[in-house]
C-alpha cells in the first residue's frame, strides 16, 4: 500500500480522534448509562417548532433563497436576531458584527487558523475543552496554561513563548459553566484576564456554548461585555465571542456565530469564502424562524429539565463517592467534573467501567494540553433520567471505592 505519511503536511501529525467522538457510539448500546457525551436531550428538541419553520420556508416566498447559494457572513435576519439577544446580556453590536459559521467547532477552526503560526503560544485553561485543542491543533501551536487568579506576570508568559520560537496570541477560555469542568470564571478573574490581555497586546476568544444554560447563582457578564464598557464600543475591543444554537435549538442543524470587531469579522469572511463559501442557507433561516417565535421558552424548558439532573447527579456523588474523590458544583451547564485519589487512571477506569459496571464517562486526561491529570472524569447529566443518574453513580461509586482498596 501506497505510505501517505511522507506526502501528508506536518500539521497532520498534530490530528488526534477525539475521545469524546468515539465514546458517542456508546449511546448505541441499550445497556450502558452513559454520562459521557455532552450532547442535548433529544427528547428535549423543539422538533414541532423546526417542522413548522420549514414547512413555511417551502411552502412560502423563502424557498428559492434558501435553497440558493448565499452571502458568507450568514444570513441577515439571523444576525440580527443574534444582535439583539447579546445585546441583554451586555454585547451592544451591530448585525455586521456578527458571523454565522458551520456550528462553534468551525468558528475556532476559523480562530486558530486566523491567530497562530506554528510555534505560536496559545494560553488555555488547565483543563480545557477538547475540541478547542483538536482545532487548534493543526496550526501548530504551543499551548501555555492560563491563570486566572494573577500569579503569573505578562513577562512569564512572554519569555515561554519566546523560548518556543513564536509569540503568545490569544487566550482561550470558557468563562460560564464550562466544558469540561462546568466551573464559572469569577468577576474579578475577567477583569484580571482584560488586563493581561492588554499588557500582552492578545486576543481573548471567549466559547460561550452554555450561556443561556445557567440554573442557580448571580449571572455575570461575559468578558466581552466588560471588554466593551472599558472600552465604548465593539470596534475597541480584543475579546471574540463565540455562541452556538447547538444546545439550546438543535446540533444538527450546525449553525454557530462570532461576535466581533469589523477588522476579525472581515477576515473571517475571507476565511469563509475560501472553505466553504457559506453555512446552510435553509438551515440559518429555520434557527431565524424558531429562535424568533420561541427561543426563550424553549431555554426556560431544557434549563428546568437539566436542572433537576445536575441536582440529582449532585445528590448521588454525595451519597455514593468516596470521600477521597472531589468534584465541581456546576451553577449550570451539563458537566460536573470528578477529582480521584492520585495514582488512579481514568482511561484504566473507564475499561473497567464499561467491563462490569456499563456505565460512561470521558476520562479527564484528553482535556489538559500536557497529557497530565490522569485521575480526572467528565461526567454529563444531559441525557440520563433522575432514575438512571443515581444507578450510574451508584455503580461508580462501587467500582472506585473498590479501586481504593485494592490499591491500599
Known sequence: MLDW?????????????SEIRELLKLLDQPDIISFAGGIPDPALFPDVAFKEAYSDIFSGAQVNAALQYSVSEGYKPLREWIARDVAKIGIDCTPDNVFI??????????????????????????????????????????????????NRTPEAY?????????AVKFAYLSADFSNPTGETIDLAARERLLALADELDIAILEDAAYQHLRYDGEAIPPIMALDIARRGGIENTRTIYSGSFSKTLAPGLRVGFVVAAMPVIRKLVLMKQAADLHSSTINQIAIEHVASRGFDAQVAKIRSVYSKRRDAMLAALDKYMPKTSTWTRPEGGMFVWVTLPEG???????????????????????F?????????????????????????????????SSAIRAAA
Request: with cysteine; hydrophobic share 40%.
Open 101 to 150: 459559521t458551520s456550528g462553534s467547532q468551525q468558528a475556532l477552526d476559523y480562530l486558530g487558523k486566523l491567530f497562530l503560526s506554528p510555534n505560536d503560544t496559545a494560553l488555555v485553561t488547565w483543563p480545557t475543552y477538547l475540541g478547542a485543542l483538536s482545532a487548534f491543533n493543526a496550526y501548530e501551536p504551543n499551548y501555555d496554561q492560563l491563570s486566572l487568579n494573577g
Open 368 to 400: 489538559y494540553a500536557d497529557g497530565s491529570n490522569a485521575n480526572t472524569l467528565r461526567m454529563s447529566f444531559s441525557c440520563a433520567d433522575e432514575a438512571m443518574i443515581d444507578e450510574g453513580i451508584k455503580r461508580l461509586g462501587r467500582l472506585i
Open 344 to 366: 488512579m487512571d481514568g482511561a484504566e477506569l473507564l475499561a473497567k467501567s464499561i467491563a462490569t459496571e456499563k456505565v460512561a464517562f470521558v476520562p479527564g486526561k484528553a
Open 5 to 17: 505519511e511522507h506526502i501528508f503536511a506536518t500539521r497532520s501529525s498534530r490530528m488526534r480522534a
Open 158 to 166: 512572554r519569555d515561554t513563548a519566546a523560548k518556543t520560537g513564536g
